[in-house]
């Protein structure tokens, strides 16, 4: 585990502060054998394509996909001749992180997972105890659920900064983790200590945004640790936080609120993302390839003092300034949203769903508490049944996903994206489906188990259809992208869900009927999901045409 802290953000500033005494890489040791490619200084001996294999649009992304995925660097014989660029040293070199073993990637997930979980639990954390924050700050019901609109509004835009700047390779993964974890950290103590609702929501829309990085760019991290045939299967165990965070928020917020107050749920935000920032500040290593193959370059040359040592993330940046590589940067996940079909009718489809999930944090208390009487602290219990049903759709998914997506790769069998589509169907179907049970299983006469079913079920769907629709992404997009095509989709969802909350008690409470309170409001949504799933069909028939015309697209 010496190399997770060497390669942490921690790791880092002490290898710098001690100008390179500690934490030294195999480069720097006097013994250390440098390769033979590296000291030579003929352009015949830098492998090359011929040019007529390489033009326009193709060359680029045959550059950016080769040195940040495989680092087999292809080299265009006129540009970049004159350079030798760094690789990976085999396909089994160690500082790859997709060669570590198993335990390193289980770590390695769990810190990313757990990060996204104590983030995303801040969204909701209060609603619990919204009637003492009403109470104390003289607000209304709406504007007390601004604090969730502000900040799930705030983890929608972050991304479009943070995703691709942690794409730059001087820049990487984890040091806009810890930084931006830091900034998140420090701001809940005046979010616990404000006295009035526009502080409020101004801090928590910092909050959110300052939360962002891991919600759009954990799965790419996770993609990165991961060989292409186990992706799904990590990029499931990160969504069972990703999920899950939202749901153990108002868990805690309602203990929190009846025991302590309302206040003492960002206390405990604090807390948790503060434990989470010690433990990722000194072992979350870098994972990004060419922030890797950028700084192993940088220390070639220092030993060989040959300049020409290079690879293409260096390249971009020396040849740029810093002002087209922001506009670039900030450009590429709006480009992926207004350009890419695949991308802008997956982000809508998933907006939808996340809404719904939103919605819960408003609908729950109103049946269960309005209707049926319970105590804080058993709504609180409510919002478990979220997890359970993403837990059974997990124990579902993975078997599945093995016998159809690894299995066959595993065989040398070629898999296409649509693979995943089927199963995102399947998801549809019990999302809209649990959204009817829920609505008229609601009564006021009935047990209050019914509805909790309908809750598991909606949840269950839900996970299946991000967890297919997410890996149709990933398996359809060049990995160099994924942070941006991911953050896309983070705007999208987030910017829409973010509203939700603030109607959602109109939404309910105008539609509802005698002895079934809350069963037109969510039949509206049923109704919304079963139209919705005719985007997956979409996928499932004309998928290669749609990714033929990309040029992000594998």
Same mark, same amino acid.
């Given at each position: ?343 802008? %009718?997956?982000?809508? *489809?998933? #907006?939808?769903?996340?809404? =719904? @999930? ?5 609908? &729950? !208390? /109103? ?11 058993? %709504?609180?219990?409510? *919002?478990? #049944?979220?997890?359970?049903? =993403? @837990? ?5 998914? &993975? !078997? /599945? ?154």
């Amino acid at each position: 585990m010496s190399d997770f802290i060497r390669d942490s953000f921690g790791g880092r500033l002490i290898y710098h502060l001690s100008r390179h005494k500690y934490f030294r890489y195999p480069e720097e040791e006097e013994d250390y054998i440098i390769p033979e490619k590296y000291l030579v200084d003929t352009k015949s001996d830098i492998q090359c394509l011929p040019k007529e294999e390489l033009d326009g649009d193709d060359a680029s992304a045959s550059l950016s996909s080769s040195s940040s995925i495989s680092g087999k660097t292809v080299i265009p014989e006129d540009k970049y001749n004159n350079y030798i660029f760094v690789e990976w040293d085999g396909d089994e070199d160690p500082e790859d992180p997709r060669n570590w073993n198993l335990f390193k990637k289980g770590f390695f997930i769990f810190e990313v997972a757990f990060l996204t979980t104590s983030v995303y639990m801040a969204s909701a954390v209060y609603t619990p105890g919204l009637q003492q924050l009403q109470d104390e700050l003289s607000v209304g019901r709406v504007v007390g659920t601004l604090g969730v609109f502000t900040f799930v509004l705030g983890y929608g835009i972050g991304p479009i900064l943070w995703s691709p700047i942690s794409e730059n390779a001087a820049v990487g993964r984890s040091s806009i983790y810890a930084l931006t974890l830091l900034v998140f950290v420090i701001l809940q103590i005046p979010t616990a200590l404000v006295d009035n609702i526009a502080g409020f929501c101004i801090l928590r829309f910092l909050g959110g945004f300052f939360a962002s990085p891991c919600l759009a760019t954990g799965g790419a991290s996770v993609g990165e640790v991961t060989k292409y045939w186990n992706f799904p299967l990590s990029l499931a165990l990160w969504s069972i936080g990703a999920v899950c965070g939202p749901s153990l928020g108002p868990f805690f917020g309602a203990i929190l609120s009846v025991k302590a107050g309302w206040r003492w749920s960002f206390w405990f935000i604090m807390i948790v993302s503060g434990f989470s920032l010690a433990m990722l500040t000194f072992f979350l290593p870098e994972t990004y390839a060419p922030t890797l193959l950028a700084r192993k370059a940088k220390r070639l040359r220092a030993k060989t003092g040959n300049n020409r040592i290079t690879t293409m993330g260096l390249l971009e940046n020396e040849e740029r300034t810093v002002h087209q590589i922001m506009i670039e940067a900030l450009w590429r996940p709006i480009e992926v949203t207004i350009l890419e079909p695949v991308v802008l %009718l997956i982000d809508i *489809y998933i #907006a939808m769903v996340y809404s =719904v @999930l939103y919605l819960f944090f408003e609908v &729950l !208390p /109103i049946y269960f508490v309005e209707v049926r009487g319970f105590t804080t602290i058993e %709504l609180g219990l409510t *919002y478990l #049944a979220i997890i359970i049903g =993403v @837990l059974v759709a997990v124990s579902i998914y &993975l !078997p /599945i996903i093995h016998h159809q997506f690894t299995k066959p790769i595993l065989n040398n069998e070629t898999v296409y994206p649509e693979v995943f589509i089927p199963i995102a169907i399947g998801g549809g179907c019990l999302f809209a489906s649990g959204l009817f049970i829920f609505g008229w299983s609601a009564t006021t006469y009935t047990h209050w188990i019914g509805p909790l079913f309908g809750v598991a079920i909606t949840t269950a769907g839900t996970f299946l259809m991000f967890q297919t629709l997410f890996n149709y992404m990933g398996a359809s997009f060049k990995l160099e992208y994924l942070a941006s095509v991911f953050a896309s989709n983070d705007l999208v969802r987030s910017t829409i869900a973010s509203v939700f909350p603030i109607f959602g008690a109109a939404l309910f409470n105008n539609l509802k009927i005698d002895k079934f309170p809350v069963a037109w409001g969510s039949s509206v949504l049923g109704f919304i999901g079963t139209a919705m799933i005719a985007i997956p069909v979409l996928f499932y028939i004309n998928g290669p045409k749609l990714r033929a015309r990309s040029k992000y697209a594998k």
